[in-house]
């Protein structure tokens, strides 16, 4: 394909220089064997001189625009879009030219600035023609890339030369799914008015023994069939002539109305089948050139050989601590303004975790205050959800943001998470810019935090497009699977890793959950049959852990034997609502009801685990969702802890009059096998899982473990 020469040459001409005199490095290695390049080592390792190659490229660029976009896009957007092209043209062609260092990298300065215009004048192309833009920003993207790469090579020492490449890799492939969802929405408006009408004619009508009979022909209309060919509209007739054949001219016909519904359908048919023609089109010529250079967005971990340099790449600005809401607040406006200032406690904006706690008082020393600084993956990743189902994508997005930052970045990387993080900063400067580790369980990467990081990016990524959120999603996946699955008679998979490495060979009924839900995210997404089977494999371990009394265990030991005596209420309430096992549903819910229920301070809900004491809000929470949406009596006796829930945002000791307190009581206890506590401070998770099932109560798709759609 021209294209993917085209995107070569630009590379090649930049980085040929470099691979001589320095070696193939890993990154150099990936582009050379990448499938965008296919058959180009040996260009790539005997580089001509560039000056020829840019010739080439720049004529290239020029037939490109004229031939492709000059013919379809007004005047004025097409000059502009071709001036910047030609002009980016001309500036790699100067820039691989030079060889004096410090004119090499002022040069660098202005073509990355100049390759930010070009990208962002595609912006203001209008809808119908951005497909004619493809070939040319997949030019501008390859070589943008490709100069900030030469710099990574040439300097490894300077971190920030890898996050400019991280940040370009990004911006490209989210550029190119914005455009993409752009063109499709403008391209399904084309396809039968936009709403799916189907126009009727009459085309015969006779007189019979029962009335007068008449034939009815169903038309609908593609008013950009073949886009592909020019943005022009070409108007087709799509249903081929559909006819009832003669029925009553009058009164209610059954033959009509069936011939009307298939007449409905194959216009919904007809919609999808056009947009997985965009999808492809959009595939080939752009988008999986831009979702390959993630590969580039990599962290080596602490060996990498970069170093920091003399500025700072996480900010933090400390807030003061904002009032709470007044008394006309909804319950859902009392969760959104205190998980707001969680995530703005020392960040307010980019990508950011939120604030596990709010401790009162100043950070001082000491095994429970220093929570103040602790930001866990899980609760960030079940606000990002709850974000998400109220509609805020920015504040969804910043967050899901702060997930992917944290797996680029993680020390040791290959998909793993780390459980908790500081607030105060994502990245330890001190550390090279890896992923801070809040102190000790926070070092652990384990299956279910990073299952859930998996669930809410599959989540982002169903709701924005953003293909570095699936990206990541797949990357989590991954090293559940290949790291994680047990291989006897029980399946599913192990805990995730200690602090120090060592891998956990218990497995958890609660992290299979996750892992199924994440799994099965990504089969919606993708439609790849691996994921159903990793799916399967975390299924099988959940039921083996449902015992005949008609509920569930933790999980298990070491090898095929049951860890039965720890009762958590969350894997109760989570199988139910992953639907993990539907046939077990009734019975652990009833399990819950009747061995799980109690009071705090005068607050009903639901302790942690059978040996815990004191009401837990974050599994009240999950617990009210599940009982309402299995409905009948079961969804009645969620309406008192729903009751509890919102009373506690004013009347529970340590509210601040927004969120949820982790339990309205001093301390409630996880019990023996366990063994940590939950404390009476405003609670992050507590607070998200409190909105969702409040959300639930209306809309079922805010069951964070309902697959994504």
């Not at 625009?65 to 896009?73: P, S, W």
């Not at 859902?332 to 995530?343: E, N, P, S, T, Y």
């Not at 089969?523 to 299924?539: D, I, K, N």
């Not at 139910?576 to 009734?586: D, E, F, H, I, M």
Request: with cysteine.
């Amino acid at each position: 394909m021209v294209l993917a020469i085209v995107a070569a040459d630009v590379v090649k001409g930049l980085l040929g220089a470099v691979a001589a005199s320095a070696g193939v490095n890993p990154f150099l290695k990936w582009i050379l064997d990448s499938a965008i390049f296919p058959g180009l080592l040996k260009d790539w390792l005997f580089p001509v001189p560039a000056e020829d190659v840019f010739k080439v490229l720049e004529s290239r660029i020029t037939a490109l625009v004229d031939k492709r976009v000059e013919a379809a896009v007004g005047a004025a957007a097409f000059e502009r879009v071709k001036a910047d092209l030609q002009g980016l043209g001309a500036a790699f062609a100067d820039y691989a030219n030079v060889v004096d260092l410090d004119e090499r990298r002022y040069r660098l300065a202005v073509l990355l600035v100049q390759a930010d215009v070009s990208a962002a004048s595609v912006e203001a192309v209008p809808d119908r023609y951005l497909y004619l833009l493809t070939d040319a920003l997949v030019v501008i993207a390859v070589a943008h890339t490709a100069a900030l790469l030469d710099q990574v090579q040439q300097h490894p020492e300077r971190y920030e030369n890898q996050i400019a490449l991280d940040t370009a890799a990004i911006r490209y492939s989210e550029l190119a799914g914005r455009l993409r969802d752009r063109f499709l929405w403008y391209r399904m408006g084309q396809i039968a008015g936009g709403v799916g009408e189907v126009i009727e004619k009459e085309s015969d009508r006779r007189p019979s023994a029962t009335g007068e009979q008449k034939i009815v022909k169903f038309s609908a209309y593609d008013d950009m069939a073949l886009w592909w060919m020019s943005p022009n509209k070409y108007r087709t007739e799509f249903l081929g002539g559909l006819e009832t054949g003669w029925v009553q001219a009058v009164g209610m016909d059954r033959a009509y109305f069936e011939k009307k519904q298939e007449a409905a359908a194959r216009v919904v048919a007809y919609g999808e089948e056009q947009k997985k023609k965009v999808y492809d089109w959009w595939g080939e010529h752009l988008t999986n050139h831009t979702q390959e250079f993630l590969h580039l967005v990599d962290w080596k971990g602490r060996e990498s050989g970069r170093k920091p340099r003399d500025r700072t790449v996480v900010r933090a600005w400390p807030l003061g601590r904002v009032v709470a809401p007044d008394a006309s607040a909804t319950a859902l406006d009392r969760i959104d303004l205190f998980l707001a200032q969680q995530m703005d406690t020392f960040s307010v904006s980019g990508p950011r975790y939120v604030q596990t706690y709010r401790v009162p008082g100043e950070p001082r020393v000491g095994t429970q205050s220093n929570l103040f600084y602790r930001a866990d993956t899980y609760d960030t990743a079940v606000a990002s959800i709850y974000f998400a189902a109220r509609g805020d994508l920015r504040r969804a997005g910043d967050l899901a943001d702060g997930l992917c930052i944290a797996l680029e970045h993680d020390p040791i990387g290959g998909g793993r998470i780390v459980a908790a993080t500081h607030a105060t900063a994502l990245l330890d400067r001190a550390e090279g810019y890896a992923t801070s580790i809040f102190p000790a369980d926070g070092a652990t990467r384990d299956v279910g935090n990073a299952c859930w990081a998996g669930i809410a990016l599959t989540r982002m990524y169903a709701a924005t497009r953003q293909y570095r959120y699936l990206h990541h999603a797949i990357s989590i996946a991954g090293w559940v699977y290949k790291e994680h699955a047990s291989k006897d008679a029980w399946q599913g998979y192990t805990g995730g890793e200690d602090a120090w490495g060592q891998k956990r060979a218990w497995r958890s009924v609660e992290h299979n959950v996750d892992a199924f839900a994440l799994f099965t995210n990504l089969y919606r997404l993708t439609s790849e049959a691996r994921w159903v089977a990793a799916a399967q494999r975390a299924q099988r371990l959940v039921k083996a852990c449902y015992v005949p009394e008609g509920y569930y265990v933790t999980g298990t030991g070491v090898s095929d034997v049951l860890n039965a005596g720890v009762v958590p209420a969350d894997v109760q309430t989570w199988t139910a609502l992953a639907g993990v096992n539907p046939a077990g549903n009734a019975s652990s819910l009833r399990f819950l009801l009747d061995r799980l229920s109690t009071t705090t301070a005068g607050f009903a809900g639901f302790k942690f685990a059978l040996a815990g004491e004191g009401v837990q809000n974050e599994v009240t929470a999950g617990a009210v969702m599940a009982l309402h949406l299995m409905g009948g009596d079961l969804r009645d006796g969620a309406e008192p802890y729903f009751d509890s829930l919102v009373r506690q945002q004013l009347e529970a000791p340590g509210t601040v009059g927004a969120g949820l307190v982790a339990t309205p009581g001093v301390e409630a206890k996880t019990g023996a096998g366990l063994d940590w506590s939950y404390f009476n401070w405003p609670h992050a998770a507590s607070s998200a899982w409190t909105g969702l099932a409040l959300l639930a109560r209306d809309d079922a798709r805010a069951n964070p473990y309902a697959p994504v759609g």
